[in-house]
């Protein structure tokens, strides 16, 4: 059975108020009676529940989520999925609010960062544009003991806790494995749809998949990337664009989000020739998509995780208390048109 603050007080002959305040590090409690409960608590082996006596004192979490301000459709769902978490406050303790930025802006994204030392919430996520302004700026909350989790898009080399995202480089080399192997033996050229190279996680979607594709298929050569910001207008004209000036174009690898407008140029250029297509996130329009035939196939991350993660990560920080990895791993989906949910 469990030690109790109850049998550290009888084992030290003082009152649960005193075991209370050596437990919570507070003044008034004489040096020698201090030692006394500390030993009692060693030799017990008392293990104190942080989140059963937050429950107690009825701590709630302030947690704030930055997000760019984009009109893309994963973005609207991680909106969502956040929306949703705030529903559910009461019963998490948690009091969520949600800051958007311009996006591929660092020198924003650094500033909402600066203006959050002052505030103190109990811990930030934030959608990081890969920069060394804004990697400075997380060490710095980091070092004044600011909880911070990156989402979707990480920034490797900083003092960040936690990534609640998928695998981007792996992601990049199923892509390609998955373009390659459809395309079988044919020839040609090979489109790639980037949202900006500033975000680490399309910089490594690409490298792994243009990797596999050196390795495993050189007959297939990839074109300069288009980067359409994960805006659907811009990657609308950017595709329609490369597809008629290269008539070599036989598939197409959409690593960033914009999908409305890569859709929209497939329709409209692309009904006198077969493409394959890869594209990222299930959203109702890549989804009928798939359905259409427009689209091969789909590799998605749960945004719905993905803001959960970071919430349970940021909460056992603000605690000091360890993360369980294995259930915040966020895994890579393929979706076909027979296997959507």
Do not use: W
Request: charged fraction near 25%.
């Amino acid at each position: 059975m469990r030690p109790t603050v109850h049998d550290i007080a009888a084992a030290a002959g003082v009152s649960l108020a005193t075991v209370d305040r050596v437990l919570n590090q507070r003044p008034g409690v004489r040096h020698v009676t201090r030692e006394k409960v500390e030993t009692a608590i060693r030799e017990l082996g008392y293990v104190r529940d942080v989140a059963a006596a937050n429950l107690a004192k009825g701590r709630t979490y302030p947690l704030v989520f930055i997000l760019p301000a984009s009109d893309n459709s994963f973005m609207h769902g991680l909106n969502a999925e956040i929306r949703q978490a705030v529903l559910r406050s009461s019963a998490e303790r948690t009091d969520i609010r949600t800051i958007e930025v311009p996006a591929f802006d660092p020198a924003a994204l650094v500033s909402v960062l600066e203006g959050l030392s002052r505030e103190k919430p109990c811990g930030i996520a934030l959608v990081a544009t890969d920069a060394p302004e804004v990697r400075a700026a997380v060490d710095r909350l980091v070092r004044e003991r600011f909880p911070i989790v990156t989402l979707v898009s990480d920034l490797t080399g900083s003092l960040r806790h936690h990534y609640a995202g998928v695998d981007n480089i792996a992601a990049g080399r199923t892509a390609a494995r998955l373009l390659g192997r459809f395309l079988g033996s044919r020839k040609g050229e090979i489109a790639v749809l980037a949202g900006s190279m500033l975000v680490r996680d399309h910089r490594e979607r690409l490298e792994g998949f243009a990797a596999v594709m050196a390795e495993e298929f050189p007959a297939l050569a990839i074109l300069p990337v288009l980067e359409g910001r994960d805006d659907p207008e811009v990657a609308h004209m950017l595709v329609a664009d490369a597809l008629s000036r290269h008539a070599s174009i036989i598939g197409v690898y959409s690593l960033g989000a914009g999908n409305r407008g890569l859709i929209r140029a497939l329709k409209e250029k692309a009904v006198d020739r077969v493409l394959t297509v890869i594209a990222h996130e299930l959203t109702a329009h890549t989804r009928a998509a798939l359905i259409d035939n427009t689209i091969d196939a789909i590799l998605n991350q749960d945004a719905g995780h993905e803001v959960r993660s970071a919430i349970r990560v940021l909460k056992a920080k603000a605690d000091g208390l360890a993360v369980i990895e294995a259930q915040e791993r966020i895994r890579l989906d393929i979706f076909l048109k027979d296997n959507l949910p």
